[in-house]
């Protein structure tokens, strides 16, 4: 008992210490700053939110930004302020879950496909390579024009797709540990194979996963958002900021607001997360500069 | 190294072979077919009986797949539902526009990602440095269609120098093409120059830090005979397999791209072809897409074989 609340302090430690490292520096700084403002605002945002964000009214078409309405109102009359921040719910909690099930999905097979290895590994990863080569836009839109836009079809759907660069890594991670001492001692001992995925394996494999999954998360809300951009997201009149670009963007020559205030709140959420992966990457010690963008 | 290029190309050949299966089921499943979506309202009785008939949708789906297939190796896609088109006739011109973009988009692009990863390694954390890595983070984690949509704004609506949608025919020629696509052109390199740029700034990086560079600078080489000699040479063989995936990525980005400037490509067919349930054009754009990106990865892997002899002995040992 003593033992396992000693095991949970020292997790709560290493977060502790990991959140700092990341911290530490201006662009990790900046990048959880921005996360965590998103997120505050995402969870908190119909608590004040101004006006209804579905309430249209014609008379108010397109007007400029005014203390009114901060940044005016949109082609239907309604304020592009109160849209703009109820905009990141959906994009963060679709993201976020669906990064979730990428993480579990992805790292499970990779993690078996590294440990069984042999011909199902080999049949596995070329069904992966085969999922990757088709442009991840042709697959999402063929998904969601199959199992229709709702959010329960986009959150698997997101997740299934954007595992499949996680099973790569986490098979990578596992090979590099299969053949280390420790593991062998532990077979020698008699642990069972899950035994050995659960106490061995994973604790080593854990850091590269979570850090693809972060990344994984920033381009998931990229997909995400074009695919609401394209008109095959979230429907209407649900607040989305690709949704909001895609409808002002026809008006952007008389009303220039209604296209920033959302290109705004998406760039710099992509961004925040950006930073945010990039500073967890560095405080882990793993260096993906080699391998990723960024 | 024969045997070696035999087996990279086979590996391409049976991943394309599983993303035609998949394609082939993923449309098979999706509710409705050919003849519902064409006949519409009046897909009942004889009528539905006779379309399939005509389209030849009555044997089994696995008989259909291998005529499909064995079409496909001939270059011979089937006939699309709107318009009764041959699906060759449709793709053609796109195909072209879409080329036109992409390859002037990379023309553009390598070069000046080459310069600013190079510029940004040799000044590593000094005020070049700090300032194109700045401006490439913001340019490449930002979606293609907020770019696209700010160029717009910024350079076609409040400046007013080029104009913001690309208006021209399907079929029109290279020529009349060039001065419609600058801002589209610029969009599209903006993010992959970013890209590139990253991976040769961590490449050449890399190779100062290495045993053989230090060597060279203990030895006296002169600074920039260093550089070209020694460093570049190494550094940019990794860079090329990086080009190639950033190339294959410009595939989903080029249809938002498009898109966004109205320009009539493959990207453009992609999206009308889905919305329309056009699921014989989605078939044949999903293989075409994938044959790019297996395609463009296997020269790029073949190429690093050729141009590296490490990798090469390496590769025959394992």
Redesign the interface.
């Known amino acids: 008992m003593t033992k396992k609340k000693e095991k949970q302090k020292n997790t709560f430690e290493k977060i502790c210490e990991v959140i700092k490292t990341m911290a530490s520096k201006p662009s990790g700084l900046i990048g959880l700053t921005i996360l965590i403002f998103h997120v505050i605002l995402a969870i908190t945002s119909p608590l004040y939110v101004p006006y209804d964000y579905k309430a249209i009214d014609p008379t108010l078409m397109l007007t400029p930004p005014s203390s009114e309405f901060w940044f005016g109102t949109d082609s239907l009359g309604r304020d592009v302020f109160t849209r703009t921040i109820l905009g990141g719910r959906t994009a963060l909690t679709v993201t976020f879950f669906g990064s979730l099930i990428a993480l579990l999905w992805g790292g499970a097979l990779g993690i078996f496909c590294g440990l069984v290895g042999g011909k199902i590994d080999d049949v596995v990863m070329?069904?992966i390579?085969?999922?990757l080569?088709?442009?991840?836009?042709?697959a999402m839109?063929?998904i969601v024009?199959?199992l229709g836009t709702t959010t329960l079809v986009l959150i698997p759907a997101l997740g299934f797709f954007y595992g499949k660069g996680i099973v790569r890594v986490a098979r990578a991670a596992t090979h590099d540990v299969i053949a280390k001492d420790f593991i062998v001692s532990a077979r020698a001992r008699g642990h069972s194979n899950l035994s050995i995925i659960w106490n061995e394996i994973l604790p080593n494999v854990r850091d590269a996963i979570m850090v693809e999954g972060a990344m994984r998360w920033?381009w998931m809300l990229?997909g995400f958002?074009?695919l609401s951009?394209?008109g095959?997201g979230v429907s209407p009149p649900t607040p989305d900021w690709?949704l909001m670009?895609?409808n002002a963007?026809g008006l952007?020559?008389f009303a220039?607001w209604a296209?920033?205030a959302p290109?705004f709140g998406?760039?710099s959420l992509?961004?925040g997360i950006?930073?945010t992966a990039d500073a967890f990457a560095k405080a882990l010690g793993i260096d993906r500069?080699?391998k990723a963008?960024? | 190294m024969f045997f070696l290029v035999i087996k990279r190309i086979l590996l391409g050949l049976i991943t394309l072979f599983i993303v035609s299966l998949i394609t082939f089921a993923g449309v098979e499943v999706l509710p409705g077919d050919a003849c519902t979506t064409y006949l519409e309202r009046q897909a009942f009785g004889e009528a539905l009986e006779a379309c399939y008939q005509r389209l030849g949708l009555n044997v089994p789906a696995y008989e259909r797949y291998i005529s499909w297939a064995w079409g496909v190796l001939q270059w011979d896609f089937g006939y699309s539902l709107s318009g009764e088109m041959k699906i060759n006739e449709v793709l053609g011109p796109k195909v072209k526009n879409s080329l036109v973009l992409a390859s002037a988009s990379i023309l553009i692009g390598i070069p000046i990602a080459l310069l600013l990863g190079i510029v940004t390694a040799l000044w590593r954390d000094r005020l070049p440095d700090i300032i194109i890595s700045t401006v490439t983070i913001f340019s490449m984690t930002i979606p293609e269609f907020i770019s696209a949509t700010l160029l717009i704004l910024i350079v076609a609506i409040w400046l007013e120098w080029l104009p913001g949608i690309v208006i021209v025919p399907t079929d029109a020629t290279v020529s009349e093409l060039l001065p419609n696509i600058i801002l589209p052109v610029i969009a599209i390199s903006m993010i992959m120059t970013a890209h590139m740029a990253r991976m040769v700034r961590s490449s050449v990086i890399q190779v100062m830090a290495s045993d053989y560079v230090q060597m060279a600078i203990l030895k006296g080489v002169p600074y920039w005979k260093m550089v070209f000699r020694h460093v570049l040479p190494n550094a940019l063989l990794p860079a090329i397999n990086v080009v190639a995936l950033t190339i294959a990525w410009l595939l989903g980005g080029v249809v938002v791209t498009e898109v966004v400037f109205n320009y009539p490509g493959l990207g453009r067919l992609v999206i009308e072809s889905i919305s329309n349930r056009d699921l014989p054009v989605v078939q044949a754009l999903a293989i075409i897409l994938a044959s790019i990106y297996v395609g463009i990865n296997l020269i790029a892997d073949l190429t690093t074989l050729m141009l590296n002899p490490r990798l090469k002995s390496l590769q025959i040992k394992k």
């Open positions: 070329r069904i390579d085969a999922f080569s088709i442009p991840w836009i042709l839109l063929l024009s199959l920033s990229l958002s074009s951009f394209l095959f690709g670009i895609s963007r952007m020559s220039y296209v920033l290109i998406l760039s992509i961004i950006n930073l500069s080699t963008p960024v």
